[in-house]
């Protein structure tokens, strides 16, 4: 039979009398109440341990009214409390049960079902009380662990790497010459960059996975873009493809300048996902409360069941031997929610994708 040790913490031994004969009625259950009649003398009994649960008169001769409940509280905050109180306390039954006591029972209003059922609920509902505090303390903790490792990565690991890459570099221009040197340092390079890349993005996306609200300014869409086009210059070079922008007005929103991370991943795809020589076209398009954004490529196109998935972080399909993250279309997904907005892909009918970003201007 299940065994609950009761601690009754009442002044009138007319009704601990009673309490204690209404347990013994209660069935399938064993309570084994230990009576005591003042505040002091029960917080004592708390110390020595195995208390299940505490009934509590609030009026006692050592502690009155809400007192009695934060004292005893204090030195029983893993042990349910309920309130045993007279019919004017009612008020301030309630104003204690907003600060944690599990429950109130009216003196002279209960009987031993009622009395067994709210101990038995109360005993659960602390336990579940309980059960959530630690996972929330675990999380916190979880929390600030998340924290400590995106900052050692972002400021620790990207220094060095940055020297080993600068270091590699040199040498292979000093190397060159030598065919099995060329390619050991090259290996060590292109490794150096995939990590750095890995990095700045996985560090990003932890940073805005993280964040609710971002702040905003104004900012034209169009000096966004014409800016992400200059960085990428070398790229459009080296691939001989160029930029067609439609748009050539200023197109001011309230926005953060994280969006500039949207237009570049979303051009530096364009360029990665398509053959040589191809052009890429991108627009704003400024509408009266939104603004609608894209970049069309002639590239190799993303198949209808992929189109959704690509948003999920680590999704690559297709990769035609191009070196990425994976991490790219979420980071792009994350800041154009956090702006209130929608992201989506489209196949150019011509061959290749169209990349719609779709957010309200303020
Ligand atoms: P990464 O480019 O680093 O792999 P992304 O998250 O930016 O990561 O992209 C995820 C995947 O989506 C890519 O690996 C590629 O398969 C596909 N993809 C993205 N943009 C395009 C595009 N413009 N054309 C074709 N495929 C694309």
Redesign the pocket.
Known sequence: MEKINVLLIEDNPGDARLIKEMLTEEKGVSFDVDWKDTLSKGLKRVAVGGINIILLDINLPDSSGFDTFLRTQAEAQEIPIILMTGLDDEDLAMKIISKGAQDYLVKGKVNSSLLGRSIRYAIERKRNEEALKNYALQLEEANSLKDLFTDIIRHDLLNPLGIIKIASEQMLLAEGKNESKEKVLTMIKNNTDKLI?MIR?ASMYAMIASIEKIEKSNIDLNKTLVTVENNFKIQLDEKNMRLERLSNCECSIRANPLIESVFS??L???I???PPGKKIEANIINKSERCKIY?K?W????KDE?KLK??N?F??????G???????????KRIVELHGGSVW?EDNPEG??I?YVDIPKT
């Not at 999704?315 to 035609?320: A, E, G, I, S, T």
């Open positions: 890349d993005d991943n979303l530096s795809n364009a990665k996902y398509s970049f490529d590239g190799y196109g993303i992929d690509l948003f972080r999704q690559r399909v297709d990769k035609k191009v070196k990425g993250t994976g991490l790219g279309l979420a980071i792009v892909i290749g994708s990349f």
